[in-house]
Every structure is written in structure tokens, then in C-alpha cells.
């Protein structure tokens, strides 16, 4: 098994960006088209993109607010077996340092996912920056 590592510093509190990866309304602000969240420990989660028509569902194993987010990670429209994502939240001088460990089974899926996180951090950055 492969690891992606992805860090990003976000010009906020560690408690406003973990609440934009949980909260549907902010959510939707920079990633997903429509999302449902559960965040406590056991609880899922389901994100649907309208323009791919794709689906990502979870199961939250590890909520710390502000601190840290551990959850699985399973596209309906793919056959592998569900990754894990770890997401740590640390404050820093200039805001929020966040750092996303995800599981990856191939190259080609750890490329993926290196460009997904990547576009979608800058997304949450523009995000914060109207919010």
C-alpha cells in the first residue's frame, strides 16, 4: 500500500477548517455539489459531484475538532476496497497548516489523488478567503 502526503497552510483557525471538512453548507463551498455528514466516530458521510454524476462515501473513524479527522474513503463507481484519509489541523503563525494522509493501492491512484488533494486545497483556500 501506498501513502499520499499532502500539506497546505490556510489563512484561518485549525477549528474553521476542520468545520469546512464536516459541515455540508461549507463543504459544498469547495469540494462536493451536495453532501451529508454524520461527524462523530462510527457516523458516515456521502459527497455526490453533479457534473461527473460520481459518488464518495465513508465512515468516520477518528473526530477531534479543530485537531484531527480520520475517515474512509469509497467511490460507489469503482471496485477497490475503501482507503483510509487521516487529516491533521495545526495552528501555525499565519493560520491553519493542514496535512492529508491518504492511502493509495497503485501509482496511478496515488497520482490521483495528489492532484485531487491538491485542486481541491486551493479550492478550500479561495473558499476561506469569501468566508
Known amino acids: ?8 497552510e490556510l489563512p484561518t483557525t ?5 468545520d469546512h471538512f464536516v459541515d455540508p ?7 462536493p455539489s451536495e453532501a451529508e455528514t454524520d461527524p462523530q466516530v ?15 462515501r465513508g465512515q468516520y473513524r477518528k473526530t477531534v475538532p479543530g485537531r484531527q479527522l480520520v475517515f474512509t474513503w469509497k ?3 469503482e471496485e477497490l ?3 483510509l484519509v487521516d487529516v491533521i489541523f495545526t495552528s501555525t503563525p499565519r493560520g491553519c497548516a493542514v ?4 492511502d ?11 492532484n485531487g488533494w491538491i485542486h481541491f486545497l486551493g479550492r478550500l483556500q479561495n473558499a476561506l478567503g469569501h468566508t
Open 1 to 8: 500500500m501506498q501513502t499520499v502526503h499532502i500539506e497546505s
Open 14 to 18: 485549525p477549528d474553521v477548517v476542520y
Open 25 to 31: 453548507e461549507l463543504l459544498m463551498l469547495w469540494w
Open 42 to 56: 462510527g457516523g458516515e458521510y456521502r459527497m455526490f459531484w453533479e457534473g461527473t454524476g460520481v459518488t464518495l
Open 75 to 77: 467511490w460507489d463507481h
Open 81 to 83: 476496497p475503501p482507503r
Open 99 to 102: 496535512s492529508v494522509t491518504h
Open 104 to 114: 493509495a493501492g497503485s501509482d496511478e491512484e496515488a497520482s490521483d489523488y495528489t
